[in-house]
T-cell receptor, first 111, second 118 residues
């Protein structure tokens, strides 16, 4: 089976940096995705990692270690609008580019 | 934004009635997916399609069926709705053939349908 773990909730202060971790145990690995989901809305794509290392995209960065089955999403200069759930998803090679999602991390940004 | 719509956006129905949810895309993407999202469970794949008339089961397919008669439409049917199928349903599309090897092939999500079965 596939297992993807993320913390359920996190709280951070506006302007700070927060790291959201994701560990996975899957039968295969073709890539890892991070999505952002505001309450009552659809998930939107943030980042994709297939090779080890850090991918930077503005205030958001995502890191992958395939040997450790580990990824993190780093959010810098937090803004109130970053309050949302962050979903980690893995393509385990099951076919048709299916993704298995973690349960998501709800991030609350406080003033 | 990817052109994906879902209908209806909200529905309340009674136990035992059939329900069909529609996903419509204007992106000509080959792959389409149906998920349900419930508190404590995250997004779970119900069924997916890899082409017209080509569909397969996902993680939580019991009680659901799908059909795809044309590229742009993917229908999810609850043959006899139960209270356990109360959920938010999301459709997603993807087309990795449009990206290069090693490039991202993210799924784009529709706005969701909130279904309540009483």
């Amino acid at each position: 089976g596939q297992n993807i773990d993320q913390p359920t909730e996190m709280t951070a202060t506006e302007g700070a940096i927060v790291q959201i971790n994701c560990t996975y145990q899957t039968s295969g690995f073709n890539g890892l995705f991070w999505y952002q989901q505001h309450a009552g809305e659809a998930p939107t794509f943030l980042s994709y990692n297939v090779l080890d290392g850090l991918e930077e995209k503005g205030r958001f960065s995502s890191f992958l270690s395939r040997s450790k089955g580990y990824s993190y999403l780093l959010l810098k200069e937090l803004q109130m609008k970053d309050s949302a759930s962050y979903l980690c998803a893995v393509d385990s090679g099951a076919g048709s580019y299916q993704l298995t999602f973690g349960k998501g991390t709800k991030l609350s940004v406080i003033p | 934004d990817a052109g994906i719509t879902q209908s209806p956006r909200h529905k309340v129905t009674e136990t035992g009635t059939p329900v069909t949810l529609r996903c419509h895309q204007t992106e000509n993407h080959r792959y389409m997916y149906w998920y349900r999202q419930d508190p404590g469970h995250g997004l779970r794949l119900i069924h997916y399609s890899y082409g017209v008339k080509d569909t397969d089961k996902g993680e939580v397919s019991d009680g659901y069926s799908v059909s795809r008669s044309k590229t742009e439409d993917f229908l999810l049917t609850l043959e006899s709705a139960t209270s356990s199928q109360t959920s938010v349903y999301f459709c997603a599309i993807s087309d990795p053939s449009t990206t290069g090897t090693g490039s991202s092939y993210e799924q784009y999500f529709g706005p969701g349908t909130r279904l309540t079965v009483t």
